[in-house]
């Protein structure tokens, strides 16, 4: 049962243009999410996160957006730049309270190709 | 700054053999935690700690054992290596449990059982 999922396996984006990485979730206990940018050869990275009490959040080229009644979470990336190529994996915890809190659960990933 | 250091990068074994992939944060991070990823499947929790001498199962515990002594070190056992474990195994760790912490993950360690 893949409780966060990444349906899209791959991207190719334009330089400039605008990159939206999608993640969809089951688990409706999920209060907090997170995404990880992964280059070949390296562990994943830590890129941006947003918990479930917002709707929005940025840092600099990156915005992550929430719509929990969809329970449907975005990344965008503008302008793209070619060394943003990578996989980018959108995670989901729970962040107190029973068994499964503080367990990051991984959707499958998504390759991100920016072409010059 | 070293951050989640793993050995080795890279390890062939065969079926039947044991090994252990070791794990070493230097941030004091209370939290560590151990995932495979596979093609298709994202990265999936084997085991974690939430402090010396405590550790628990994820998602995919089967074949793998654990255990942690001290803050630094997590080693992950493989007991009897197959086949289906043929994977790429990443070391991570957080300050602590809570959900909200961003983890620090290895480099990661490519295994091939043949």
């Known amino acids: 049962d893949q409780q966060v999922k990444q349906n899209s396996p791959s991207l190719s984006v334009q330089e400039g243009r605008i990159s939206i990485l999608n993640c969809d979730y089951t688990n409706s206990m999920f209060d907090y999410f997170l995404w990880y940018k992964k280059y070949p050869a390296e562990g994943p990275t830590f890129l941006i996160s947003i918990s479930s009490i917002k709707d929005k959040n940025e840092d600099g080229r990156f915005t992550v957006f929430l719509n929990k009644s969809a329970k449907h979470l975005s990344l965008h990336i503008v302008p793209s730049q070619p060394g943003d190529s990578a996989v980018y994996f959108c995670a989901a915890s729970i962040s107190a309270g029973g068994t499964s809190y503080g367990k990051l659960t991984f959707g499958q990933g998504t390759i991100l190709t920016v072409h010059p | 700054n070293a951050g989640v250091t793993q050995t080795p990068k890279f390890q062939v074994l065969k079926t039947g053999q044991s090994m252990t992939l070791q794990c070493a944060q230097d941030?004091?991070?209370?939290?560590m935690s151990w995932y495979r990823q596979d093609p298709g499947m994202g990265l999936r929790l084997i085991h974690y700690?939430?402090?010396?001498?405590?550790?628990d199962q994820g998602e995919v515990p089967n074949g793998y054992n654990v255990s942690r002594s001290t803050t630094e070190d997590f080693p992950l056992r493989l007991l009897s290596a197959a086949p289906s474990q043929t994977s790429v195994y990443f070391c991570?760790?957080?300050?602590?449990?809570?959900?909200?912490?961003?983890?620090?993950f290895g480099s990661g360690t490519q295994l091939s059982v043949l």
């Open positions: 700690s939430v402090g010396a001498g405590i550790t």
């Open positions: 991570a760790s957080s300050r602590r449990r809570v959900g909200n912490e961003k983890l620090f």
């Open positions: 941030m004091n991070h209370e939290y």
